[in-house]
């Protein structure tokens, strides 16, 4: 079956940065477009960046110019580089995959960005 596995979250200071990693399985990875979900406490989830098959990328624009999102198809990996994070940044962190028109989320990861 479909499973993400998220890893990498942690304690940051703002201006720090922080690379997460979703592992894949159950699916054939280079065929799907790869997400990053985050949700604040007391804030709907939404959406932070998407990597397609063929490797182009989008980003929420409170992001845009900090946040990196990259995939190794050979390792089923997708990943989320952050730079310049802000306190405002902190959440938890989901991979997402939309296999056959179906949803699969990772368990998540918490983000916390305070000094």
């Known amino acids: 079956q479909v499973q993400l596995v998220e890893s990498g979250g942690g304690l940051v200071q703002p201006g720090g940065s922080l690379r997460l990693s979703c592992a894949a399985s159950?699916?054939?990875?280079?065929?799907?477009?790869m997400s990053w979900y985050r949700q604040a406490p007391g804030k709907q989830r939404e959406l932070v960046a998407t990597?397609?098959?063929?490797?182009?990328?989008n980003y929420a624009d409170s992001v845009k110019g900090r946040f990196t999102i990259s995939r190794d198809n050979a390792k089923n990996t997708a990943y989320l580089q952050m730079n310049s994070l802000r306190p405002e940044d902190t959440a938890v962190y989901y991979c997402n995959a939309q296999v056959n028109s179906i949803p699969y989320w990772g368990q998540g990861t918490q983000v916390t960005v305070s000094s």
């Open positions: 990597v397609t098959p063929g490797g182009r990328t």
């Open positions: 159950g699916f054939i990875f280079s065929w799907y477009a």
